[in-house]
């Protein structure tokens, strides 16, 4: 054998060696990409069921909130129909009530007045009384 055999030989040996150090990334590299493939199949099966799952919470969340809408708008209606009651009760009702409130006011200050003016009457009536017992008495001395 020659030497360009040998040399041959030896590029031949280093081809075959850097096709199979290359071949081993690569075949992992398809198995990586077989797994990836494997688990999005397996992804997209698992989300269909959930995502049913999820339309039909949110349908029924959509109804339930339908319902709360409801009941707010009668709270709404019961609230102002209360406001609406408390009006004429108020009316109805108020002006009487200070109309009364007025006329007791009016009574027990016209008592008081008379309670004061009987007692400041029966205190100036001692006195002339005792200021007449002393004229008599000193007409009598």
């Known amino acids: 054998m020659s030497a360009g055999e040998w040399a041959g030989l030896i590029a031949a040996l280093a081809l075959v060696l850097l096709v199979v150090l290359l071949a ?8 990586t990409l077989d797994e990836t ?8 099966e698992q989300s269909a069921p959930i995502l049913g799952q999820a339309q039909t919470t949110i349908a029924q969340v959509n109804s339930n909130l ?10 709404a209606n019961v609230s102002s129909n209360v ?23 009016g009574v027990r200050s016209a008592t008081r007045k008379r309670r004061e003016g ?8 001692r006195d002339k009384a005792s200021r007449r017992e002393r004229r008599a008495a000193r007409r009598a001395a």
Request: hydrophobic share 55%.
């Open 66 to 75: 339908e319902r709360v809408d409801d009941i707010t708008g009668n709270a």
């Open 24 to 31: 081993v990334p690569l075949l992992k590299l398809g198995r």
């Open 118 to 125: 009987q007692a400041i009457a029966e205190a100036a009536a």
């Open 37 to 44: 493939t494997l688990t999005i199949r397996q992804v997209r």
């Open 83 to 105: 406001a609406a009651l408390t009006s004429v009760v108020a009316a109805t009702v108020g002006s009487p009530l200070i109309k009364v409130a007025a006329f007791s006011y």
